[in-house]
């Protein structure tokens, strides 16, 4: 693993805090199979699992925004161009396949039906810590995500992705949030 992963348990609930690799969807394919190794037997068991961080991967449910914007492709396919160890994009296209194989294992985006589909308030990356005015971006992707099984999903009540002013100075991230119901 590039950056690693935490395991962790608390009221019941299976935690994986992750990193995935930067630099090559390649590698992050790797480590999203090493996790789900120990994610599928919690969930196959019926255990509450909750899986977020920076996993540095596209969404598929955010397709129609990322193919409108051929900009932000050409961009960033000029970066895996200049930068021989940046591989993150496949085919000159963006590349699904890491965030589909959490779906596939029953994972669930907590921004399913919770977030609008606008660029603006789904982009948790960059934020406007690299430009001048310090400002968030109009553009950018959602490569910070808070996944969980069927049984922790059906308690989202929201998942905003906060853009207020300090964070733009903070983090090239904005932080990722959800909020649960306490009961069904």
Same mark, same amino acid.
């Given at each position: 693993m590039h950056h690693g992963f935490l395991h962790a348990r608390s009221y019941y609930i299976e935690i994986f805090v992750v990193h995935l690799s930067p630099f090559k969807w390649e590698v /992050? #394919? /790797?480590? $999203? #199979?090493?996790l789900l190794g120990k994610i599928k037997p919690l969930l196959e068991a019926g255990k509450k699992v909750m899986v977020l961080g920076d996993f540095n991967a596209v969404s598929p449910a955010d397709t129609l925004i990322l193919d409108r914007d051929k900009e932000a492709l050409g961009d960033a396919l000029a970066s895996d161009a200049k930068n021989s160890h940046v591989q993150n994009? =496949?085919?000159g296209k963006y590349e699904y396949g890491v965030m589909k194989m959490f779906f596939e294992a029953q994972l669930i985006? %907590? $921004?399913?039906?919770?977030? *609008?589909? %606008? *660029?603006?308030? /789904?982009?948790?990356? *960059? %934020?406007?810590?690299?430009?001048? $005015? =310090? %400002?968030t971006p109009e553009n950018g992707t959602r490569i910070d995500f808070i996944l969980t099984g069927p049984q922790l999903h059906k308690l989202v009540k929201t998942m905003p992705i906060p853009k207020m002013n300090p964070l733009n100075r903070i983090s090239d991230h904005y932080p990722v949030i959800v909020d649960f119901k306490t009961s069904n």
């Open positions: /992050r #394919q /790797r480590e $999203a #199979q090493i994009h =496949k085919d985006d %907590t $921004a399913q039906g919770k977030l *609008p589909l %606008t *660029p603006k308030e /789904r982009l948790s990356y *960059p %934020t406007g810590v690299f430009n001048v $005015a =310090k %400002t």
